[in-house]
């Protein structure tokens, strides 16, 4: 695998005049407009997101499949062709590798989409258990339409499809511009919406059709915002090598009965209780939560944030954090975050921050 990458849609991005930043190795857009507008398109209308630095790992054959079903902690031999489903890559120690997403391609197929600054160790982690994964990252750049007004979007852009008749967690193939893409209803903000995987050779051309249909260019600042409201996990801030998903309040994404890699390390995990808990701030006082602030209940400290910023939504500072599962105070309750000598004041709540 190599390690220079570069979305096809970055002469898009620059003529529509985006702030670039370098994310997980890819030049990518951070804003167009601002991240606070661009959030808003989401939440009210329609957003559409270039995702293509996401990993894209194929795996063929009975012995792939197996492989794959050791490998992670979905049942993907029990999902059906045409599903997708989240999941976990752990080590035996039961830590995260990554948080990936498994589309059944065929009675024999997988693609597995890790995070893009872990598709080499998922690759090795699925390599480890017998499988050949192989690596398609350049075939597809991956558009994300996200928002209310996703559907009336789509069926603007693309008539000939009947995509916003699939369920979530659905995918379906479709010919695109002559070439054969997919699409998902998958995404990453809590809205409706889809993923669309086109061929690099026409990507361009789907990015400014859904564009010239009603949807509004948006940048990762606003997905991570999207993202953080619905207090979805971020791997590198509520996952990690040192943090197992049952501390990140994941367990509904585990397969008991499977055999996957980290299984002994988590049952006694889950027969023990996590050693940690998630929970979530929302702030009454001004200031921005940040990574790494700790959370305090008087002079004691009960967490540390794992992932903060300003609620573009709710107009104030939102925050998930981990704490000592024994010390984690009851929702409802006051805490106070310490942002570098200054104390935000927050109540607990359990998430998501807001109903999309």
């Known amino acids: 695998m190599t390690d220079t990458r570069a979305t096809v849609l970055l002469p898009a991005h620059r003529s529509l005049g985006a702030k670039l930043i370098d994310f997980g190795g890819w030049e990518m857009p951070l804003q167009y407009s601002g991240v606070i507008s661009e959030h808003q398109s989401v939440r009210t209308s329609a957003g559409l997101f270039d995702v293509s630095h996401l990993g894209k790992l194929r795996l063929s054959g009975t012995s792939n499949g197996d492989a794959l079903q050791n490998a992670v902690t979905a049942d993907v031999i029990g999902l059906e062709p045409g599903r997708a489903t ?12 990554d948080d990936i997403f498994i589309y059944r391609i065929a009675d024999d197929g997988w693609l597995v989409v890790p995070n893009a600054s872990n598709v080499h160790a998922v ?134 009965d499977t055999g996957f890699v980290g299984k ?12 940690r808990k998630l929970f979530g701030i929302r702030c009454f006082d001004k200031g921005v939560p940040r990574q790494g602030y700790p959370v305090l209940v008087g002079d004691t400290q009960v967490g540390t944030v794992t992932s903060g910023n300003h609620s573009p939504t709710l107009g104030t500072g939102i925050a998930l954090a981990l704490g000592p599962a024994a010390s984690v105070p009851a929702v409802g309750d006051k805490v106070a975050i310490d942002a570098r ?10 998430p998501p921050f807001i109903r999309s």
């Open 341 to 350: 000598g200054r104390s935000i004041a927050g109540d607990i709540v359990k």
């Open 123 to 256: 690759a090795d982690a699925i390599r480890a258990t017998g499988g050949e994964p192989v690596d398609e990252w350049n075939r597809y750049a991956i558009l994300a339409l996200q928002g209310p007004g996703s559907f009336a979007v789509w069926d603007k852009a693309f008539p000939a499809t009947d995509a916003t008749g699939l369920k979530l967690y659905s995918w379906a193939p479709m010919d695109l511009y002559g070439t054969e893409a997919m699409v998902a209803r998958t995404g990453y903000t809590g809205e409706r919406g889809f993923e669309l995987y086109a061929p690099v050779e026409v990507a361009e051309r789907a990015f400014q059709t859904l564009l010239d249909s009603g949807a509004a260019p948006v940048g990762l600042g606003a997905r991570d915002t999207l993202r953080l409201e619905m207090g979805y996990a971020l791997y590198g801030h509520e996952l990690s090598l040192d943090i197992n998903p049952l501390e990140a309040g994941l367990g509904w994404a585990i397969a008991w």
């Open 264 to 275: 002994e390390a988590l049952t006694k995990v889950r027969a023990d209780g996590p050693a």
């Open 86 to 97: 989240y999941s976990l890559v752990l080590t035996e120690t039961g830590g995260t590798i």
